[in-house]
């Protein structure tokens, strides 16, 4: 009996299998923010800093993401909602920085 570890079945299982558990760290990273920043707004500021620091290490993971979406068989549709994702990362970090008009006379 032989097994052939280069199938490509096995490898795309695997493949997908990562991207899949990736896109579910991803998806925990979105949920610590939400509840950082309300802590930080509602509880105590000092609960800023962590979410700051989780939303710079969590980003590394949509580049990642969006390179293993074009290198593995994936359907359009997922392709599409990384590249939103990746959309929605850089909006994100492009808002941050712009000036709220409260408290401008």
Do not use: D
Not at 49 to 73: A, G
């Amino acid at each position: 009996m032989t097994i052939n570890l280069t199938s490509n079945v096995q490898t795309t299982n695997w493949r997908q299998f990562g991207f899949y558990a990736m896109a579910l760290l991803l998806n925990l990273c979105l949920v610590a923010q939400v509840l950082t920043v309300g802590l930080a707004y509602f509880y105590n500021p000092e609960w800023w800093n962590i979410h700051v620091f989780l939303v710079h290490e969590y980003s590394v993971l949509v580049p990642i993401m969006l390179l293993w979406v074009f290198i593995s068989p994936f359907p359009q549709r997922v392709r599409k909602l990384v590249i939103s994702t990746l959309v929605l990362l850089g909006l994100q970090f492009i808002t941050i920085h712009l000036k709220s008009p409260q408290g401008e006379n």
